[in-house]
């Protein structure tokens, strides 16, 4: 399996309601990531997970909160968003921290968020 | 910090021709790596091609390879033989040692029947 798989491929939803994107990859990579990105424009880190532990958080508002269940699994929890947060929500994996600048980073298909 | 940066925000390229799209980068490590991905409109970020700034010799992918000036710090990817497939968004990206990847502003290239 060399596949990130993320679900919902598409969501809908209100400035109150509380939503989780999910992201799954059986490669055996221990580092995963959350992108966001805008139309027209490149991706932006949000969160790193190294050994399911949050090592990196690029200043990300708290009404988004990722989770890190097991090596396998990443999440993103969302609650209180902003039509401003409408975007592409990239999920991405990688073989590990110890020779990270090696690391290739392999994509998900993306979560399309629209909050209304 | 890193900064890459794209300065052609649309190519185009007629079937079967060659085109080179540009980056340029700018940091103060030594040891790095430098990546193309690519997007089409399916959204899924697909790795093309990636250079080790200890290798001298350029990277080659099949119809991709890349032009890697490592003193001038730029880096263009170059497609042959261009197909109807290979219209997309693509991203040049620089990665050092820290886990962080930087993407340029990217490039859209349409490819003419």
């Known amino acids: 399996d060399t596949e990130v798989t993320q679900t919902p491929k598409h969501l809908v939803m209100g400035m109150t309601n509380k939503k989780s994107l999910k992201c799954e990859q059986h490669?055996?990579?221990?580092?995963m990531y959350w992108y966001k990105q805008k139309a027209k424009k490149p991706p932006e880190l949000m969160f790193v997970y190294s050994y399911e532990k949050l090592s990196i958080n690029e200043s990300v508002p708290s009404r988004f909160s990722p989770e890190c269940p097991n090596s396998s699994l990443l999440n993103l929890h969302l609650h209180a968003l902003q039509p401003e947060d409408s975007a592409l929500y990239l999920c991405?994996?990688?073989?590990?921290?110890?020779?990270?600048?090696?690391?290739?980073?392999?994509f998900g298909a993306g979560s399309r968020l629209t909050v209304l | 910090a890193q900064t890459v940066t794209q300065s052609q925000p649309e190519m185009s390229v007629q079937e079967a021709e060659t085109v080179t799209l540009s980056c340029t980068y700018d940091t103060s490590e030594s040891d790095y790596y430098l990546f193309w991905y690519k997007q089409p409109p399916s959204r899924q970020m697909i790795l093309v091609i990636r250079?080790?700034?200890?290798?001298?010799q350029n990277a080659t992918e099949n119809r991709f390879s890349v032009n890697f000036q490592k003193a001038a710090k730029s880096f263009s990817l170059k497609i042959s033989d261009s197909q109807l497939g290979d219209a997309a968004m693509y991203f040049c990206?620089?990665?050092?040692?820290?886990?962080?990847?930087?993407f340029g502003g990217g490039t859209r290239l349409m490819v003419k029947p």
């Open positions: 990206a620089f990665n050092n040692a820290g886990n962080m990847l930087t």
């Open positions: 991405a994996s990688s073989q590990g921290p110890d020779r990270a600048g090696a690391n290739v980073l392999t």
């Open positions: 490669m055996g990579h221990r580092a």
């Open positions: 250079q080790e700034a200890y290798k001298q």
